[in-house]
């Protein structure tokens, strides 16, 4: 089914409106049934010749890690960045340098104020939901206008905090003009991990895996297991692919 965006020159509660007449006519019987759905996205398979691996790295808040920047651009590997409108006001020299190598990296969207995208209140990780269709879509939209006005290009994927949707919110996403990025493999377990662990869980990626890892966590040991991880991969010979070959 094809729904027309909302006129933005209606205003908030007109769009709001809109988008829930088209939630009503498209989701299918029993959506709203109150689980926590968690997307998982692959890429096509390069086969044992060539196996193929996304990486894709959510900046929150806070800073930049440029142990994984700097390993990125030294190697020549495409990564795309999933972005905060928070993030992105901390850190526009970096969000700048990552943009002037386009040939490398994509920049896409995390929200407005890295909210979980669900359209009812409850708390996941520890991070409290947006918690009603406007607020997701305010998060959605607000995320994506951040980016559009700092790098010059409107983003094609979201992904919310904790990568975490209703089936309604996952449908708010998709009216919203965005496609939803999941992934198949967590590296750092938030940031949290410690450098070693974070190699290994990299370092055996499979072909075709969306890994997810943070790059908003500087002090952290994480990062430097990320950047090890992602050269080991390299010398096991995967090829490094953007999300247009999910």
Request: net charge neutral; glycine share 12%; proline share 4%.
């Amino acid at each position: 089914m094809v729904v027309a965006r909302p006129d933005r020159g209606r205003g908030a509660a007109a769009r709001v409106a809109a988008l829930l007449l088209c939630l009503l006519a498209a989701a299918p019987a029993g959506a709203a049934d109150g689980g926590l759905v968690e997307p998982r996205l692959t890429v096509v398979k390069g086969g044992p010749a060539a196996p193929r691996v996304a990486l894709t790295f959510d900046a929150c808040d806070g800073a930049a890690d440029q142990r994984i920047i700097g390993t990125l651009v030294e190697h020549r590997i495409p990564a795309t960045f999933f972005v905060t409108a928070r993030w992105i006001a901390r850190n526009r020299a970096t969000l700048a340098a990552l943009a002037s190598h386009p040939d490398l990296f994509a920049i896409e969207n995390h929200g407005a104020r890295h909210l979980p995208a669900i359209d009812r209140e409850v708390q996941v990780y520890g991070l409290a939901a947006a918690g009603s269709p406007a607020a997701v879509l305010a998060e959605v939209e607000g995320g994506a206008r951040a980016i559009a006005a700092a790098t010059g290009r409107s983003p094609t994927w979201f992904r919310g905090a904790a990568a975490l949707y209703t089936t309604d919110s996952l449908a708010i996403v998709r009216v919203a003009g965005m496609k939803v990025a999941g992934y198949s493999l967590g590296a750092d377990g938030g940031g949290v991990l410690g450098a070693d662990e974070t190699a290994r869980r990299l370092a055996a990626a499979g072909d075709g895996d969306v890994v997810l890892a943070h790059v908003n966590h500087p002090a952290r040991s994480a990062g430097a297991g990320v950047a090890a991880g992602i050269l080991a991969l390299r010398d096991q010979g995967f090829r490094f692919v953007g999300l247009e070959d999910a």
